[in-house]
């Protein structure tokens, strides 16, 4: 007891603003002695609880509240499950505690309450800043640490700038987490939609994360109130924040996405090309589109409707006048090849007697004010031309709740809705100042009720929730698609996700490149920015760059505002068509391996599009690179990205590249000039690296039976896997799949490229087999296997042989039927 008064004596009370609360700070003071719990250590002082657990070796996490309990241990983001026990060991001193793990080493200076994290040799990673350390103020609680002149800092979800979110040098940042509808955003509005309260350090190639779960208001401060300072902290809740080790970027995500949980592998096509505007209608308007995309052979698989198919702007409604017969309309979209992807925004409206807002009401199933009543409020269904009304919202934090929802989808999957958009789950409302509900509304949270200060963040993940579980309990043996505007932390096991209302400038074109690998540098992997800008028009120009850098979204749609002018890819006149169907004919080329490498992000949670530090972390000059990236770790893209261009700078890192036009090789470690057209899109691939492709399809349903093309660069050995399903069932998670390892060997006078056996049991339709080599001058022979040398044919006649071989435009091709088993490959010289 009377070290516990001394302890309260020693608490230092400082007052600064560092936080836009501007509060007045109790930063923590003297701890006694911790209790050993299991896997980790809980203090006490009459400041409030700290406990620290061992998650696994490479994971630590803090939990603080000014309180003497912490509260109900719950997470909306933190996937449930048991872990191995990670054999930590403690150290208890009376000045100090020690954790040791196989990876890393916290110690602990109890007076004042000091944290420190280093690696198992000692190196510091992580540190309380002295003066502040762990500190609150009423509800509001944050943490000061120390921040490196030389640490760069990612992630932190959907946001608008800098892709190093430290910003300039000395003198960063402070981000805010708080969903927000924010139309038209610019470079520098934050927040946006999207909270990921995760971000990732980056030293000289030695990389860690820290995720702060707490789903209340937060800020990030990264050096901007004090250039040597970082701190983080929320409006409410408790300060629980997981240490995560890497020691390289790639394993915290993995790291992090262990405990978040990672995208589910995709429907293919859903990583075709999608176009959508705001909004499509009628019916004879979706038909003339899609027409115009098959007899124009512009390759896309799924054509979207926004708010004017429903009757009054009501979610689960369809406008009898727009959309007499929509599975009619949608069996015809099918035949052609396409599939249709509809928005439900979380706000039906207020209407008696009607049966979704009925049985959500049965089922008390909507927020409400702190009186009881009903929340209602102004969305899209107050703007209805006729009848317009109020709307009301569910509360997705109660799981009945989010069961009711997910069920309403059953009408529309009958009627043939391949995919679902969920909108304005901000949650977003109009005519109020704060664009959201108020603060005071109620919610379940799981059975422990809540206000929404502590909701708003995971509204979106919630609705994401109810809908991706909803349609798997409807279609259990296929792949959900849904795109979300909102969502946090482990949004990515539930959906994709964009960065909504965008404008149509060149400004916006380049800020989607950091803005995605931002989002994949925390976790979402399946992202992709409204091709052209959503609001205002594109230039015919900007339009083609667009679609270009679009091919490298994992979610590849054209999205417009309502009343701008057609934006498809045959709006800008026959030479802008010819252009665009070729970005769009590219992302069909690539998709077996935009496939593999989404299927490697579902496994991983590295995100397939990267910014170059992911691959080359020891290397300075890609810590601030965010006019190019990496598709997976074998392409380089480095898209046209300004107006005007008759040449673009690349920066190719260290080692070996080929261009992917020309097969050109290029030595790494430079800035090169390459000369660009209107056509171009460079492209670079490692050496060492493998490209599945095939011939141009028009949608993902003309795949099979196409040739399975293998390009193969020469170059230091790197483990490639040609990765392929059925593309749209859930078969692939009970052993259904193709799996085969490339290895590529090049000595002087030969070239072999070994395919092995394969793994799993899907095999795809009978087709052929392309194997391309760059290749300089003309081989002597090519062989196959022990040693059936194939015939040579003229490239034209190539296409139309069961087996040969052939040279064109700097490549050695070799055709063969595909055996789905281990094949060889030796082109001689
Ligand atoms: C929001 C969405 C936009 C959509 C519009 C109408 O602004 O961000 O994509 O088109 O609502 O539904």
């Known amino acids: 007891m009377r070290r516990l008064n001394l302890a309260c004596a020693l608490a230092m009370v400082v007052v600064f603003a560092a936080s836009p609360a501007a509060a007045q700070w109790t930063s923590l003071g003297a701890m006694s002695a911790p209790r050993r719990e299991t896997n980790g250590l809980t203090f006490r002082n009459p400041q409030g609880t700290v ?113 190093n979110k430290r910003g300039r040098k000395l003198g960063g940042y402070n981000y805010t987490m708080w969903n927000s509808d924010t139309y038209a955003y610019d470079p520098s509005t934050d927040p946006i939609y999207v909270s990921v309260p995760f971000f990732l350090v980056l030293r000289a190639g030695r990389s860690h994360g820290v995720f702060f779960d707490n789903t209340f208001r937060s800020n990030f401060d990264i050096g901007h109130q004090s250039a040597g300072l970082l701190s983080f902290g929320a ?9 995560i080790n890497g020691p390289d970027p790639k394993s915290v995500l993995t790291r992090y996405t262990s405990l978040t949980g990672r995208m589910p592998l995709p429907p293919l096509w859903s990583l075709g090309y999608h176009q959508c505007r705001y909004s499509y209608f009628p019916d004879s308007r979706l038909r003339f589109i899609a027409q115009n995309f098959r007899e124009r052979r512009i390759p896309v698989d799924a054509i979207w409707l926004d708010i004017h198919y429903l009757e009054g702007f009501n979610p689960f409604t369809w406008s009898a006048e727009r959309f007499p017969d929509p599975p009619g309309l949608m069996a015809d979209l099918r035949k052609l090849g396409l599939r249709t992807v509809v928005i439900i925004d979380p706000h039906p409206k207020k209407a008696p007697g009607w049966g979704p807002y009925d049985s959500g009401l049965a089922g008390d199933h909507y927020v409400k004010n702190p009186d009881g009543s009903l929340y209602e409020a102004p969305v899209w269904p107050s703007q209805a031309e006729k009848d317009p009304g109020p709307s009301v919202f569910p509360d997705f934090s109660k799981p009945a709740t989010r069961e009711w929802w997910g069920g309403l989808y059953a009408p529309l999957l009958t009627a043939g809705v391949a995919g679902i958009w969920n909108d304005m789950n901000e949650p977003a409302i109009f005519d109020t100042p704060t664009g959201t509900m108020p603060l005071t509304v109620r919610h379940d949270n799981e059975g422990q009720p809540t206000d929404h200060r502590a909701i708003h963040n995971v509204y979106g993940l919630l ?130 391996h935009i496939y593999k490498v989404m299927r490697e992000a579902s496994l991983t949670g590295v995100p397939a599009l990267r910014p170059l530090l992911l691959e080359f972390p020891d290397d300075p000059n890609t810590y601030g690179m965010e006019d190019q990236f990496m598709f997976g770790s074998d392409l380089l893209v480095a898209p046209v990205l300004r107006e005007g261009m008759t040449e673009r700078e690349v920066y190719l890192p260290k ?175």
Do not use: C
């Open 51 to 163: 406990t620290i657990t061992v998650v696994e070796p490479n994971i630590f996490r803090v939990r603080f509240a000014p309180r003497q309990q912490l509260g109900r241990d719950h997470s909306y983001a933190v996937v449930p499950g048991d872990r191995p026990d990670p054999g930590a060991a403690f150290k208890i001193a009376s000045d100090r505690s020690v954790i040791t793990t196989s990876a890393l080493q916290m110690t602990i200076r109890h007076n004042p309450f000091r944290i420190a994290i280093a690696d198992s040799q000692g190196n510091s990673l992580d540190e309380d800043d002295p003066q502040n350390g762990i500190a609150f103020s009423g509800s509001t609680v944050r943490v000061w640490k120390r921040l490196r002149d030389d640490e760069q800092v990612y992630g932190l979800g959907s946001k608008t700038g800098d892709l």
């Open 235 to 243: 409006d409410g809740g408790e300060l629980n924040y997981y240490f």
């Open 463 to 592: 609705m994401t929730r109810a809908t991706h579980e909803g349609l798997l309990r409807l279609q259990p043996n296929t792949r959900p698609f849904v795109l979300t505007r909102a969502s946090y932390a482990g949004g990515q096991r539930y959906s994709a996700i964009w960065p909504g209302d965008n404008v149509s400038d060149w400004t916006h074109l380049r800020g989607s490149i950091a803005t995605l690998m931002g989002m994949g540098l925390s976790g979402l992997s399946f992202v992709g920015s409204d091709i052209g800008g959503f609001a205002e028009a594109p230039s015919a120009e900007l339009y083609t760059r667009w679609l270009q850098a679009g091919v490298f979204y994992p979610f590849m749609r054209t999205h417009t505002a309502f009343g701008t002018p057609d934006q498809e890819p045959w709006s800008y006149g026959t030479y802008h068509e010819a252009l665009n169907r070729r970005a769009i004919e590219l992302r069909y080329e690539l998709l077996p």
């Open 655 to 829: 080692g070996e590249w080929f261009d992917y036009w020309t097969g050109q090789r290029h030595r790494g470690g430079v800035r090169i000039r390459v000369p660009v057209t209107l056509a171009s899109i460079p492209i670079f691939v490692r050496a060492g690296g493998v490209l599945m492709s095939q011939p141009v399809v028009q949608h993902t349903g003309e795949m099979p039976g196409q040739p399975l093309r293998l390009r193969v660069y020469p170059g230091p050995p790197r483990e490639a896997g040609l990765y392929e399903d059925d593309g749209e069932s859930l078969d692939y998670t009970r052993g259904e799949w193709l799996l085969r390892q490339v290895t590529s060997d090049a000595a002087e006078r030969t070239s072999t490229v070994e395919i092995g056996s394969p793994s799993g049991s899907y095999r795809p339709a009978p087709r052929s087999l392309e194997v391309s080599v760059p290749w300089a001058g003309e081989p002597s022979r090519v062989v196959v296997g022990d040693g059936q040398a194939l015939p040579r044919v003229a490239p034209d006649a190539l296409r139309t042989q069961a087996s040969g071989w052939t040279v064109d435009q700097g490549f050695v091709i070799v055709r063969q039927p595909d055996s789905f088993g281990a094949v060889r490959v030796t082109i001689e010289r």
